[in-house]
C-alpha cells in the first residue's frame, strides 16, 4: 500500500508549519541572491566614476598625461585647478580631492596620491597612470601624500570596526526581544545603552588595545556606540511594527545598502549610484568617514559625518519611543 502524505487537515504541502518554512526558505535565497549581486557590481569592479583629482602647473587642464589619466579612467576624473601645489595638498587632507597632479616645467609629472583617503583609489590611479605614462612617455614621479601604518595596510580597520558595532546592535536588539521578555520600554533603552558602551569598548579594546590599529580610542568608542545605538533602535522599531519580518528591512539597511555604500571596502568615488551618494547620508558611511578622518586626518577633521552619525541615533531612538507609545508596548514585551 502506498502510504499518503496528509493529514486530516489535507495535504502535508498545505500545512501552516512548511507553508511557513517554504516562505523562509525562498525569501533567504532571494536574499542572497540579492546580496551577492550587490556586493559584486559596487565592491567587484571598482571603477573611477567622480574621482576628484587637483591639477597644479602651467598648462596643466590640456597636459598630455591628464588627457591620458582621465581616457585611463574611463572618463571617471573630476579635475579642479589649484593655484599652488600647498592649496591643492590641503585639499586633499581635508578630504576634498584623492589626488594631485603637478605639472613641472619641462613637461614632467609629480602624481601625489592618499592611501589613507582609500586605498581603492590609490589602486586604480596606479593602474591608470601606469597605462598614461606609457601612453605619453611623460617623466613621472609619484608620492603617497598621506600613506597608511602597518598596523592598517589596507585602510580596511574602520570598516571592520563598523560591520562589528552594526552586527552587535541589531542581534542584541533581537536577542533583548527573544530572551528579556517581559522589559519596559524604559528599560530596553536603559539596556540598550549599555550594550552601545560595552560593546563598544570591547570592540575598541579588542582592536586598539590588543591589536594597536591606529584608531583613537575615545572617538571609535563614541562612534561605535552611536552605531550600535542605531542599528538596535531601527531593528526593535521594525520588530514592533511587522514583528518577525524586521530582519529584512534591517538586513537592507544595514548589510545591503549600508555596507556596500560605506567607502570602506571601495571608496565612494569609485562606486556607481546611488551607493556614492548614499555613504554621505547612511550611518555606515558616516561611522566609516569619521574613524577615517580621526585616524589619518585628525588636524582636519569635519563634523559632517559625525552630524549624520548623532542625528541617526537619535532618530531612530525617538521613532521607536513613538512606535512603542502608538503601539502601547515595548520592545520586548511579553
Known sequence: MTARHSTAEGPLWREAPLRSAAVVIVVA????????????????????????VGVVGPGAQSNAYLRALDEATSHGLVVTEFTSVAEAERAVALQEQYAVVQVQAGGSVVLGTSSASGSSVARVLAQ??????????????????HPLPAADPSGLSAFYVTIAATIVGFVGAFQLRVNAKPLSLTAWLVCTAALAALGGLAI??????????PLPFLETWWALGLQM??????????????????LLPTWALFILLGNTSSGGAVSPALLPQPFGFLHHWLPSGATVSALRAAAYFPETERWGPRLVLLGWAVLTVVALVLVCRWKRTSPAAA
Not at 597605462?131 to 608620492?143: V, Y
Not at 575598541?204 to 590599529?213: E, Y
Not at 533602535?233 to 519580518?245: D, Q
Request: hydrophobic residues 55%; glycine residues 8%.
Open 29 to 52: 535565497a532571494l536574499m542572497g541572491a540579492l546580496f551577492a549581486s550587490l556586493y559584486l557590481d559596487a565592491l567587484g569592479r571598482p571603477t573611477a566614476r567622480a574621482l576628484a
Open 128 to 145: 591608470a597612470s601606469a597605462q598614461a605614462q606609457e601612453r605619453t612617455g611623460t617623466r613621472l614621479t609619484t608620492r603617497d601624500l
Open 204 to 213: 575598541v579594546a579588542a582592536t586598539v588595545g590588543l591589536l594597536d590599529l
Open 229 to 246: 545605538v542605531t542599528a538596535a533602535s531601527f531593528a526593535a522599531t521594525m520588530s514592533v511594527l511587522i514583528g518577525r519580518w524586521a
